[in-house]
């Protein structure tokens, strides 16, 4: 089992950058592939960007391509997102989600371990 807490968000304005942070605890971090999801007040949780377990394979949500860099750090049970160009569109709950696979999928419900999630806004 693995616990996992986010950090990093905030508000910031149109164009601005934000860093989120996923820590891990517990089982060894890179057993796990890991994503970033995000949800909107009123909408369903989406995909935003998978990493396999060593970080050979990444997957993005075309939205956010060219804009959001995820990487990982297993030595430091971490895994990040960097967030630039930012838009309003992309205010969200943010949360970091780990499944026993070594590579990541875009589906929800296939993610046995959520973090508690980081509020980011953008504001025009």
């Known amino acids: 089992q693995v616990q996992l807490v986010e950090s990093g968000g905030g508000l910031v304005q149109a164009g601005g950058s934000l860093r989120l942070s996923c820590a891990a605890s517990?089982?060894?971090?890179?057993?796990?592939?890991m994503a970033w999801f995000r949800q909107a007040p009123g909408k369903e949780r989406d995909f935003v960007v998978g990493i396999s377990r060593s970080s050979i394979s990444t997957y993005y949500r075309d939205s956010v391509k060219g804009r959001f860099t995820v990487s990982r750090d297993n030595a430091k049970n971490t895994m990040y997102l960097q967030m630039n160009s930012l838009k309003p569109e992309d205010t969200a709950v943010y949360y970091c989600a780990a499944r026993t696979t070594a590579v990541a999928t875009t589906i929800p419900n296939e993610y046995a371990y959520w973090g508690q999630g980081t509020q980011v806004t953008v504001s025009s």
């Open positions: 517990g089982r060894t971090f890179s057993s796990y592939a």
